[in-house]
């Protein structure tokens, strides 16, 4: 382990889920953010959630950055989000506001994509029509980005437009045509109206706000959404997310080469967990099964849904720490272990006996993929009140120290509690 912490991070970051997301990312931002000059969302839209519980409350954002609580940050929305304006204005804006917390930094790029109300419409029944159900959401993230696909989507430069009202109902019109809608445009035109009206003092042009900053030295967080096993590229293809989760989706938002990026911190739990549909090749049934779900509270932020979980799959961890070259690891939810007499770890995949690797964009690769486990002692010992490695139980730091081996990356964070200051830096 290098004596260099996160705590003292400066330059250019990022945190990346590794992967299906879930794993803390952002009690991780929410805890770094304190040291950024900003903080910039680059992806995924109000399927994503992420939980921050600090001294002002306990909060779910999906797509305002974690970072808004550092109130001397900028905060960017990236060109690359799904800005679904319901979720923002209606849910997230009014969370913060009842806690007297202010957005006056925030930025949303003007080239991001709207969620529109048919977004939601078409993704519900997709889904409904599906024979094999992929696990959606329903919040319209993808038919979103087909549409910025298909060169067809609306943007938020278009809601600041004079010509909105035109675009919007040409596009309702298209929308009940193809896909057999009876939306109201008027009704639409009128809510959307209020929503530009609200946003007009916080649109912008994020990529030279990033670039300005860089120029500059400041410190810039970039904040991921999910987890890099829901990457549309990299991903378990077709159970995956419809955009790009790790570095990639950076260059793509913010014209921000991967190369350029300080600390690549790739974040998991102890364990693992998904949520929808789609394989887990470490899927754990019975009684540890539940023990893990009420200890670990695995329950969707955005869904509700009930988290499948796992033992912790070091060949999808690795697979992704190559994918994004990471730089240092962050291991939450440690503390949810505690009270196991043995814990697995999964080190490798057969099939019919023959070693194989991760292989990016096929769930029907992984569905045939057996776990191979290590099995190593736990322990029982609280470990809420722990601040400092060598004071876990060595039964723990063993577990941490073979994450390391295999994974050959260094473990910088550890959550042991899910309050805020529950954490080790390495």
């Known amino acids: 382990m290098k004596n260099t912490s996160l705590k003292s991070w400066q330059g250019i970051t990022c945190v990346i889920g590794l992967d299906w997301g879930d794993s803390g990312k952002g009690r991780l931002i929410d805890d770094l953010s304190s040291r950024a000059d900003i903080v910039a969302r680059y992806s995924g839209g109000s399927n994503t959630g992420h939980t921050v519980k600090n001294k002002y409350g306990k909060f779910a ?5 974690s970072g808004i609580f550092n109130q001397k940050a900028q905060c960017l929305i990236g060109r690359g989000v799904a800005c679904d304006l319901e979720s923002l204005i209606e849910d997230e804006m009014a969370q913060l506001q009842k806690a007297a917390i202010s957005w006056k930094n925030l930025i949303i790029d003007e080239q991001a994509s709207l969620t529109m109300p048919w977004h939601k419409l078409r993704d519900g029944l997709r889904e409904e029509f599906r024979l094999k159900k992929i696990g959606t959401t329903k919040r319209g993230v993808g038919p979103t980005y087909a549409d910025r696909i298909e060169r067809v989507g609306l943007r938020i430069k278009d809601l600041m ?20 809608l009876k939306l109201n445009p008027t009704q639409i035109y009128r809510r959307y109206l209020k929503f530009s009206k609200l946003l007009k003092p916080y649109v912008g042009q ?41 570095v990639i989706g950076i260059w793509r938002s913010f014209n921000l080469h991967p190369s350029e990026i300080n600390h690549v911190i790739g974040i998991s739990k102890a364990y693992s967990t998904r949520v929808g549909a789609g394989p887990q090749p470490t899927k754990l049934d019975g009684e540890k099964r539940q023990i893990i779900i009420e200890k670990g509270q695995e329950i969707g932020t955005t869904s509700g849904r009930t988290r499948d979980p796992g033992w912790l799959d070091l060949v999808i961890i690795r697979a992704a720490a190559e994918f994004n070259k990471l730089t240092a690891l962050a291991i939450t939810k440690l503390d949810v272990l505690t009270g196991f007499k043995k814990i697995k770890v999964c080190t490798s995949y057969k099939i019919n006996d023959k070693t ?14 057996q776990p191979v486990y290590k099995e190593v002692d ?8 722990i601040r400092q490695f060598k004071k876990l139980p060595k039964n723990a730091q063993n577990y941490i120290k073979i994450i390391e081996k295999l994974v050959d990356v260094p473990v910088k964070f550890i959550s042991v509690g899910p309050n805020r200051g529950e954490v080790i830096y390495l």
């Open 356 to 369: 194989v690797e991760y292989l990016s964009g096929d769930a029907q690769f992984l569905a045939k993929c």
């Open 206 to 246: 994020t990529i030279p706000i990033v670039k300005n900053a860089q120029n500059m030295g400041k410190n810039i967080l970039f904040e991921g959404t999910q987890g890099s096993l829901l990457d549309v590229d990299f991903g378990t293809y077709p159970f995956v997310t419809s955009t790009n989760i790790g």
């Open 61 to 65: 954002m999906h797509i305002m950055p």
């Open 161 to 180: 437009s004079s010509d909105f009202k035109d675009k919007l109902f040409e596009e309702v019109k298209i929308q009940n045509k193809f896909f057999n």
């Open 378 to 385: 736990g322990w029982r010992e609280d470990l809420s009140k």
